[in-house]
């Protein structure tokens, strides 16, 4: 089981991105996704999550607004897009596949992580 | 400032014993779960504790965990060079499918 994303993206201040997460060997239902940002330096920040059975999506307070997560289920693929780009944006951008279990969830496997730098 | 608290780093020689707390309110530790996740240098977290004391498979039982009340601690015995990391707790809020991270802690085998 694995999620794979994207590669590194340099952005311009005011564009968009958007970061893909390719799941594999496991049924794409099966978890949740969710995204979790760390800026340079600084510790992990859950961002939300979107359910991969209806397309659902739930952002954390803080990302509502700029921030869209989607899915693409015939390719096992979850995305984040985030529009205006600042430079607090850049960050790595983890997804965290959401195991839960009698009353508990976790994250279960991560993918690798894909950095956005925003700068002029 | 993360709703977790923990303290931003500890040290220990190789072969001792580390805790690591991470202090809540009953909004989250209090009512829910614990996990733990490690972040080794340059790498993606990977989870470490899950439902507060147990370790999935492949996990050594030198690594353990605890909660008590609205507070909640991650021991690693037998330190090893290669345990140094930033370790992460974090709960999810069943009633509001909703995670948090603590600050993370800087763990340093001298």
């Known amino acids: 089981v694995q999620l794979v994303q994207s590669g590194s993206e340099l952005k311009n201040p005011g564009a968009s991105v958007k970061v893909s997460c390719e799941a594999s060997?496991?049924?794409?239902?099966?978890?949740?996704l969710s995204w979790v940002r760390q800026a340079p330096g600084q510790g992990l920040e859950w961002m939300g999550w979107i359910n991969t059975r209806t397309g659902n999506p739930t952002i954390a307070q803080g990302f509502a607004g700029r921030f869209v997560f989607s899915l693409d289920t015939s390719v096992s693929t979850a995305y984040v897009q985030i529009s205006s780009l600042k430079a607090e944006d850049t960050a790595v951008y983890y997804c965290?596949?959401?195991?839960?279990?009698?009353?508990?969830?976790?994250?279960?496997?991560w993918g690798q992580g894909t950095m956005v730098t925003v700068s002029s | 400032q993360s709703v977790l608290t923990q303290p931003p780093s500890v040290s220990a020689a190789p072969g001792q014993k580390v805790t690591i707390s991470c202090s809540g309110d009953s909004s989250n530790i209090g009512n829910n779960y614990v996990c733990w996740y490690q972040q080794l240098p340059g790498a993606a977290p990977k989870i470490l504790i899950y439902e507060n004391d147990k370790r999935p498979s492949g996990i050594p039982d030198r690594f353990s965990g605890s909660k008590s009340g609205t507070s909640a601690t991650l021991g690693i015995t037998g330190l090893q060079t290669g345990d140094e990391a930033d370790y992460y707790c974090g709960t999810w809020d069943i009633g509001l499918s909703t995670g948090v991270f603590g600050g993370g802690t800087r763990l340093t085998v001298l």
């Open positions: 965290a596949a959401l195991f839960c279990s009698s009353g508990s969830c976790w994250f279960d496997f």
């Open positions: 060997g496991y049924t794409f239902t099966t978890y949740a």
